[in-house]
């Protein structure tokens, strides 16, 4: 199987990302024309070699069963909300997810253009976000944003699935952050960098031991009970307006259970009342469960040779 390039590519300028529904009657008709999305992806990487164009469609948890009511994969679920307080992680679900990522900003445009032709008429856009490099990889913040990111053939290893009806597949979670910069530019770079665990202008992650229990850094750097890293591939990119910055957050992993365990983590209080103090400066929109299968599973929709 082939997985879909943009589940692990390296990153990019530029990104448009798309979330949509789709409409009454049209499922069948969708499920067709994702026959052709891998077409698609290849035919704009081989136009524009300069761009370093990918492209990737999930599947939300949701719609899975009438586009592919013959097999499901194991984990795919709804997104693992969390409410507490003021500090919220919501559940808000999409039918269809795309990434569009690429080094020019026209292309990753025609790749947005060219997915909204071939769905026209069967789905209804719910939200879109541009994307973009905010200096040398950093988040809105000012702090280098993916630093812990699995690097090389490791990359693959996390986020697909290894084996089975959905190998190359990543369960897929996507959330739009927004943040509250007016608070966050208050505070005194020292303060910024105790609720990250790390130093800002270079980026220097604190030893464990000089970490608050709060930091980012310790509430998302999780093991399992071997001791094993419980991983997952970010490929978040910054947004923002004249008015408004934030996060579009994508978690891609062979199993949902690592982002969920992160999840919880952040926003759960730990026994001591412990928890991430970066949930306090920013505010997630949306949150989306989706799985993006193989090319081979699009192309033959999901394995059926008739519609």
């Not at 990019?12 to 999305?37: C, F, K, S, W």
């Not at 209804?124 to 090389?152: A, H, I, S, W």
């Not at 983590?265 to 949150?287: E, K, R």
Request: hydrophobic share 35%.
């Amino acid at each position: 199987m082939t997985a879909q390039a943009g589940i692990c590519a390296e990153p990019n300028l530029h990104a448009y990302y798309l979330m949509l529904d789709i409409l009454p009657g049209q499922y069948r008709a969708v499920t067709e024309a994702l026959t052709t999305v891998p077409t698609l992806w290849q035919g704009l990487a081989t136009r524009y070699p300069d761009a370093n164009f990918s492209g990737l469609v999930a599947i939300g948890s949701d719609a899975w069963d009438e586009l592919y009511p013959h097999a499901r994969p194991n984990e795919l679920t709804s997104f693992p909300a969390q409410h507490q307080g003021q500090r919220v992680a919501p559940d808000t679900p999409f039918d269809l997810f795309f990434q569009l990522r690429s080094d020019r900003l026209d292309v990753a445009y025609i790749a947005m253009q060219e997915v909204m032709a071939l769905l026209a008429k069967r789905v209804e856009l719910k939200d879109e976000r541009q994307g973009f490099r905010y200096l040398d990889c950093r988040d809105m913040t000012g702090f280098v944003d993916g630093t812990e990111n699995p690097q090389g053939p490791d990359r693959a290893q996390v986020a697909l699935v290894q084996e089975g009806l959905f190998i190359d597949g990543s369960y897929v979670h996507v959330q739009h952050y927004q943040h509250r910069m007016a608070r966050w530019e208050k505070l005194k770079v020292n303060a910024q960098e105790a609720i990250y665990g790390r130093t800002k202008a270079d980026n220097i992650e604190y030893e464990s031991a000089d970490k608050a229990p709060t930091a980012h850094t310790k509430r998302t750097s999780l093991k399992d009970e071997q001791g094993h890293s419980l991983e997952i591939l970010r490929q978040s990119m910054p947004w923002g307006s004249a008015n408004a910055q934030g996060l579009v957050f994508i978690s891609c992993c062979n199993t949902p259970r690592h982002f969920t365990r992160m999840l919880d983590n952040m926003f759960v209080p730990d026994v001591q009342g412990h928890f991430d103090h970066l949930t306090l400066f920013t505010q997630a929109q949306t949150g989306a469960a989706f799985f993006a299968p193989s090319q081979e599973w699009l192309s033959s929709k999901g394995g059926l040779n008739k519609p």
